[in-house]
């Protein structure tokens, strides 16, 4: 991870969404925590990941999600060469 971020304050961020437990608060949370544009774009980043797990070619992401191709392949490198962390929650979601 990068030296420039403060491991207490993300630890402290982690934690905090850890303690969610239900979907209100989750909203109610990341709705106070981020911009509209933040939302926008993690979720557009969740969504681009599964798509890629998917097999979805980059001009179906492009039309589907309206993410850049340069979005596309940076979420791509993650799933290729990341920490595992989409696959994880992938395969947690579909078990519920």
Known sequence: MNDNINRENLDFLYDAIMAIETREE???????LCTIQ???A?????VVAKMLTEKCVYSDIVS??????AT??????????GCNGYNI??????KD
């Open 26 to 32: 989750c909203d109610a949370f990341f709705e106070d």
């Open 38 to 40: 933040e939302l926008k």
């Open 42 to 46: 993690l979720s557009q980043r969740i």
């Open 64 to 69: 589907k999600t309206g993410a850049s191709t």
């Open 72 to 81: 596309i392949s940076r979420v791509n490198r993650s799933l290729v060469y």
């Open 89 to 94: 929650i992938f395969d947690r979601i579909k």
